[in-house]
Each structure stands twice: as structure tokens, then as C-alpha cells.
């Protein structure tokens, strides 16, 4: 049998978990990605249907554009390829399907940068100036940790799929069993997903996911929401 992968430090993998916990102050609870809409619209009304939708989620759209910049920024910013930043960050800003798409995507590596700054000092000059959104602004932080890209695209995806899985009990709504096995399942399907999206070339990267961009323009003028997507 092949050796098993070294066990991460427990100072960098707890660091690793701090960069990805929704309970840092960048807004990531905020935000359904089109799930409250989906419950107004789609008839999102059970935990199964809802488990679903976000799996669904997590493959069409996280594990084909999200991810793969997650893990390619990872490695362009270790290797100081700062032009490959740019044209990664310019892919996220370009393909995002809808204006609260966008917004979520600048708001939050916005906050992620200006809490970054209360822990390195060159966070000003490794963006020079550029509006940063958040899956580069995350590779940047996770680069600076002892973890693989694997590593830290496996923490970026549990983050997203907490924040994903609290939108759910809150719109749904849900109780908090139900989202627990909701993240359950969504534990077991990150890994795929995550290796899925590391092996994926540039050309092969897409942001397409057509209902979903539907629904969060309809968000946008949704009468009663809790989110802000």
C-alpha cells in the first residue's frame, strides 16, 4: 500500500480551519447563492430537496469554477506568478452570472483582505491596488500556510458548505438536525468534488449554471428575503 499523506501540524491545519470558518466577519452568512430564491420559486420545502439543490450546487458550480481558481491561485501565489493572479481574479469577476453574484464575490474578498491586514503586513502590497475577490483573496491566505492545494480547497468548499447549509435551516426553513445531516452528506461528497477540481485545466473551467443565475436575478426583486443572493 502506498504511504498515507503527512498528517498537516495541528498549528497549520487549525490555522487552515480559522481561514475557512463562516464565523469570520467577511459576510459569508449573508449570502444563499439563489437558494432563497429557490424556495420561493422552485418549491424548495424538504431536507432532502434542499440537500439536493446544494449538492447539485456543489458540482455543477463550486467544483467547475470556484474551486479549480481556489487551487490554481494557491499555486500561482507560492510561486509569485502575480500575472496569473490577475487573470484568475478577472475570470471570477467575469463570469459572475448575475449582480448579486458579483457583489457577494468583491464584498467578500473586500472583507477578507481588510481582516487579512490584522494578520500580515504585505497583504497591501501582494494585492497592489487590484479589487480582489474572495476565492484568490482565500488562496492568498492559504498559501501562507503549511497546507497542499488539496488541503485548502477541502477547507474552502466545508466553509462554503456551512454558510450553504445555515441558508437552508434558516429560508427552508429546516431544524438543526436536518442540517446536520444535510452537512453530513456534504462532507462526503466534497472530497470528489475537490479532486475533480484540481485535476481540471483552464479550458476546461466554467461558470454556467443557467437556472441557478436565474434565480438570483429573480432574487433581486424577491418581495420577502432574509439574504442578500
Sequence with gaps: ???APAALPAASLLQLIWLA????????????EGLEAGVEWAGLDSEAQA???IVDQLYLSLGR???PVVAQAIAAWRAGDI?????????VLQTRESAEFLLQAEQMGRSFVEWLKLHHDDVTDAFDGMPITYPVAFAFA???????????CLAFAFGWAENMTGAAVKCVPLGQSAGQRMLGRLSREIPSAVDHAIALPDEDRQAFSPML????ARHEVQYSRLFRS
Design 1 to 3: 500500500m502506498p504511504d
Design 21 to 32: 470558518s463562516p464565523g469570520l466577519p467577511i459576510g459569508g452568512f449573508s449570502y444563499s
Design 51 to 53: 440537500s439536493d439543490w
Design 65 to 67: 469554477g470556484d474551486l
Design 83 to 91: 500575472e496569473r493572479i490577475h487573470a484568475l481574479n478577472a475570470w
Design 142 to 152: 492559504a498559501s501562507r500556510t503549511d497546507a497542499g492545494v488539496r488541503d485548502g
Design 213 to 216: 443565475a436565474v434565480y438570483s
